[in-house]
């Protein structure tokens, strides 16, 4: 089949997010001007550059008591700092609890039973037992086409990585199954991985 998305897809459910998978997942916290913390996930997630290294996630909803977004990209507004904690397995559920339209004086982290702990450059929560925790300072937010779509560009200022999780020298994602982003209700947990190496490379 094809069809032109301005068209509509005449289908039971939007594809695209099915078509673009699996999309990482960035939990990415925040604190506001006023110190109160939120926690909430985004699957338009990822790494963009290495040197320095960079990271990016888009937010594509409003809630009413932000008025043009969400409380994350609104926090960032005020603060220029979020952190971007990596979904384990083990903590799908806890991850899924904070996706909830919760208004903006909830703590997801409460809210979710998930413990806090400190960032180490950036003035923010983070998710304490998360396998990675990557800390950024804002560079800068792109406003996208369409309604409170807006594209939140970071450089990564401190890495957290849980001891469990380092094999020989290696970041192993076997040892913790990040959840990934598919489709529909869909999600995935990587639990295999194989190598290739890249022509010119030995």
């Known amino acids: 089949m094809f069809y032109h998305p301005k068209d509509g897809h005449g289908l039971p459910h939007n594809p695209f997010s099915a078509i673009v998978a699996p999309r990482p997942i960035g939990w990415i916290s ?25 990271v990016m996630f888009a937010s594509t909803s409003a809630k009413e008591d932000r008025g043009d977004t969400k409380d994350s990209v609104a926090n960032i507004r005020a603060t220029g700092e979020f952190a971007v904690n990596i979904v384990e397995f083990a903590m799908r559920d806890a991850m899924n609890s904070t996706s909830g339209p ?28 998360a396998p990675a925790v990557l ?32 094999v020989d020298g290696i970041f192993d994602v076997t040892r913790f199954h990040p959840v990934a982003r598919l489709g529909y209700r869909d999600y995935a947990a990587v639990r295999e991985v194989f190598s290739m190496v890249r022509p010119g490379q030995d």
Request: hydrophobic content about 35%; glycine content about 8%.
């Open 30 to 54: 925040t604190r506001d001007g006023d110190g109160a913390d939120n926690l909430a996930p985004y699957s338009f997630f990822n790494a963009v550059a290495y040197e320095p290294p960079q």
């Open 102 to 129: 919760w208004p903006r004086t909830v703590d997801e982290f409460a809210h979710a039973g998930v413990e806090k702990a400190k960032c180490e450059t950036i003035d923010c929560a983070r998710v304490a037992g």
């Open 135 to 166: 800390e950024c300072r804002m560079t800068q937010i792109v406003t996208l086409s369409g309604p409170s779509n807006f594209a939140v560009f970071g450089e990564v200022t401190g890495v957290h990585l849980r001891d469990d999780c380092l």
